[in-house]
Nanobody, 127 residues
């Protein structure tokens, strides 16, 4: 089992920045690929970013590319999402998730491929 706890959400003006953190406990964190997803009211959960177990590979949704950066610190069992140049359309509940590294190449975009989820943290961007 892996337990995931997100933090760092809040209210920010458009153009501002936030850094989300996701702290993991339980089984070996470094054996998991990690992803960030978001869900706005009335919409489906959507892929935001993913990172391989070593941090050597990252991937982003087109809507956040160039503005968001995913990173991880395996010594601290934590994955981060640095969000810059925030827009009102980034408003959502943000979730971190963990998946077996073996599924990363083909499965990183799909919520159903992830094995563990955090409870989510709200990000609200005002215009």
């Amino acid at each position: 089992q892996v337990q995931l706890v997100e933090s760092g959400g809040g209210l920010v003006q458009a153009g501002g920045s936030l850094r989300l953190s996701c702290a993991a406990s339980g089984r070996t964190f470094s054996s998991y690929a990690m992803g960030w997803f978001r869900q706005a009211p009335g919409k489906e959960r959507e892929f935001v970013a993913a990172i391989s177990w070593s941090g050597g590979n990252t991937d982003y949704a087109d809507s956040v590319k160039g503005r968001f950066t995913i990173s991880r610190d395996n010594a601290k069992n934590t994955v981060y999402l640095q969000m810059n140049s925030l827009k009102p359309e980034d408003t959502a509940v943000y979730y971190c998730a963990a998946m077996d590294q073996i599924k990363y190449v083909s499965g990183r975009y799909y919520p159903y491929e992830y094995d563990y989820w955090g409870q989510g943290t709200q990000v609200t961007v005002s215009s």
